[in-house]
Nanobody, 114 residues
């Protein structure tokens, strides 16, 4: 299983981006997919997850600003990120848990700076 994340970039504080994660297989049956991030010098942390039934979960730090969604027909998971703050600067990784195994994309860098 391969995951390819893209959509990162340089954005000013208050701006928005939409990250995409394309999966190499059908995602309908994947129990949980998610986005994580790793800021410089910090551990990777959970940002948001979406379940097979479209239930979602968010880190407290991003609630109300980030939205995770998926398009089963395109085998793609999205992360809409709004009202960006400098502390959102990180490499964002998509993740899929399939039969107890975690699969990771290569990461896409989001830099929030004026």
């Amino acid at each position: 299983v391969q995951l390819q994340a893209f959509g990162g970039g340089l954005v000013q504080p208050g701006g928005s981006l939409r990250l995409s994660c394309v999966v190499s297989r059908n995602i309908v049956s994947i129990n949980v997919m998610g986005w994580y991030r790793q800021a410089p010098g910090k551990q990777r942390e959970l940002v948001a997850t979406i379940g097979r039934g479209d239930s979602t979960n968010y880190a407290d730090s991003v609630k109300g600003r980030f939205t995770i969604s998926k398009d089963n027909a395109k085998n793609t998971v999205y992360l809409q990120i709004n009202s960006l703050k400098p502390e959102d600067t990180a490499v964002y990784y998509c993740n899929a848990r399939i039969m107890g195994i975690a699969y990771w994309g290569q990461g896409t860098l989001v830099t929030v700076s004026s």
